[in-house]
C-alpha cells in the first residue's frame, strides 16, 4: 500500500454495438419465493473486441510513454445497458420513447437498461432527462387519464 500514491489509472469507455442476442429474460430456475429468476445472455461481437483490444494498447503506450515500470491491466466493464431496450415497437424492445413497456400498461423502466447502446461516456446524465422526459409524461397521463403503451385511453 505505501506504493500507492504512485500509481496511475487509465479506462476507456468503447460504445460496444447492441446485439439481438444480448437480453435479460426469464429462466427455468425460481428463486426461494418461486418466481423464475433472471437469465442474462450477453457477448461481444469483433468489432466490440478489437475495439476494447485498441483502447488497451493505448491505454498501456500512454502509462508507459509516461514512464511506468509495471503495467497491471484489468477487463472491467461498467454501465452495461439494454437489458430492458427502448424500441419503435415490442419486436425489437421492452419499453418505448416514454419508458413505458409494451407489455404491462403504465408500468415504467426507469434505468440504464433501457438504452440500446452506450456510446463512449458514462450514460447517468442521458439516464436523468430520458427519466425526467418520462416523469412529465406519467404527470402529465395522472392529470389526463391513463394509456396503454399504445397512447389509447383506458
Not at 502509462?63 to 454501465?79: K, M, P, Q, S, W
Request: hydrophobic share 45%; charged share 20%; aromatic share 4%.
Amino acid at each position: 500500500m505505501r506504493d500507492y500514491v504512485h500509481w496511475a489509472t487509465l479506462g476507456a469507455l468503447c460504445e460496444l454495438l447492441p446485439l439481438p442476442g444480448n437480453r435479460v429474460t426469464l429462466s427455468q430456475e425460481k428463486d426461494r419465493y418461486g418466481l423464475p429468476v433472471a437469465h442474462f445472455s450477453y457477448s461481444q461481437c469483433d468489432n466490440d473486441r478489437m475495439l476494447i483490444r485498441a483502447a488497451r494498447t493505448v491505454m498501456e503506450d500512454v502509462l508507459r510513454a509516461a514512464g511506468a515500470t509495471e503495467v497491471i491491466t484489468i477487463n472491467r466493464y461498467a454501465h452495461l445497458v439494454g437489458g430492458c431496450r427502448m424500441a419503435a415497437g415490442p419486436e425489437n424492445g421492452v419499453v418505448d420513447a416514454d419508458l413505458r413497456t409494451f407489455a404491462v400498461p403504465n408500468l415504467l423502466v426507469t434505468d440504464g437498461s433501457v438504452l440500446p447502446t452506450q456510446g463512449s461516456a458514462n450514460p447517468a446524465l442521458t439516464i436523468m432527462a430520458l427519466v425526467d422526459r418520462a416523469a412529465g409524461r406519467l404527470a402529465a397521463g395522472a392529470r389526463g387519464g391513463l394509456r396503454s403503451p399504445a397512447g389509447a385511453r383506458r
